[in-house]
């Protein structure tokens, strides 16, 4: 990772933050209100310089960012994908196994979980139907000792995301629980999964 001044990185999210959940109290509905903090995670968290160095990005890859939340079904077996950014439009309302990949391992395990670099982790599946991604973070949202879902936030260049990032990313989480309780995220969580939609192919 390259050398960033980790207090201005802090400084500044937190001062966005701040904005966000202003933005927050105005939203219309609970969805959009879960929006304004992953759009935030999108856009201000990680290594703008990480593509940069050699072996980020391998022949034909990009370097681009994606947010958003995989909330978890009443009945525990699914994941449905919500309020994301830079997902494909025909991945919107993706469904996947609880335990699918490192999504899964977070549902299980009920922690965060930060993957600096997906190349040394063999077990990563790929959720994005356009790209393998190269780090990756993964925040729980607990609330009463039960667990309602996850802040996902990944990037195709490899190391992306370090520590710092992912430190700020779990304050995310827990902003977007506690929107998520205040909003009534629950009943509509329950009215996905009870439209019985197709799942979306990964």
Same mark, same amino acid.
């Given at each position: 990772m390259t050398d960033r001044d980790i207090n201005e990185l802090r400084t500044t999210v937190l001062e966005t933050l701040e904005k966000t959940l202003i933005k927050v109290a105005q939203a219309c509905d609970v969805e959009s209100a879960l929006s304004e903090i992953s759009h935030t995670a999108?856009?201000?968290l990680g290594d703008?310089?990480?593509a940069d160095r050699v072996g980020a990005l391998k022949s034909g890859e990009q370097q681009f960012?994606?947010?958003g939340y995989f909330m978890i079904s009443q009945?525990? /077996?699914?994941?449905i994908l919500i309020a994301e950014h830079g997902f494909p439009e025909e991945q919107h309302r993706? /469904?996947?196994p609880a335990g699918l990949g490192h999504p899964g391992w977070v549902t299980k395990?009920?922690?965060a979980l930060l993957l600096e670099n997906t190349d040394d982790h063999a077990n990563f599946k790929q959720i994005l139907k356009t790209a393998r991604m190269g780090s990756a973070m993964y925040s729980p949202m607990i609330w009463d000792g039960h667990f309602l879902?996850?802040?996902i936030t990944a990037s195709q260049a490899r190391n992306t995301y370090g520590e710092p990032d992912h430190d700020l990313h779990r304050i995310f989480a827990h902003s977007a629980t506690a929107v998520f309780i205040a909003r009534g995220g629950s009943k509509f969580i329950s009215g996905l999964f009870s439209n019985d939609p197709v799942p979306s192919s990964i």
């Amino acid at each position: 990772m390259t050398d960033r001044d980790i207090n201005e990185l802090r400084t500044t999210v937190l001062e966005t933050l701040e904005k966000t959940l202003i933005k927050v109290a105005q939203a219309c509905d609970v969805e959009s209100a879960l929006s304004e903090i992953s759009h935030t995670a999108w856009t201000t968290l990680g290594d703008p310089k990480a593509a940069d160095r050699v072996g980020a990005l391998k022949s034909g890859e990009q370097q681009f960012s994606v947010s958003g939340y995989f909330m978890i079904s009443q009945d525990n /077996r699914e994941n449905i994908l919500i309020a994301e950014h830079g997902f494909p439009e025909e991945q919107h309302r993706l /469904r996947i196994p609880a335990g699918l990949g490192h999504p899964g391992w977070v549902t299980k395990h009920q922690a965060a979980l930060l993957l600096e670099n997906t190349d040394d982790h063999a077990n990563f599946k790929q959720i994005l139907k356009t790209a393998r991604m190269g780090s990756a973070m993964y925040s729980p949202m607990i609330w009463d000792g039960h667990f309602l879902g996850q802040l996902i936030t990944a990037s195709q260049a490899r190391n992306t995301y370090g520590e710092p990032d992912h430190d700020l990313h779990r304050i995310f989480a827990h902003s977007a629980t506690a929107v998520f309780i205040a909003r009534g995220g629950s009943k509509f969580i329950s009215g996905l999964f009870s439209n019985d939609p197709v799942p979306s192919s990964i």
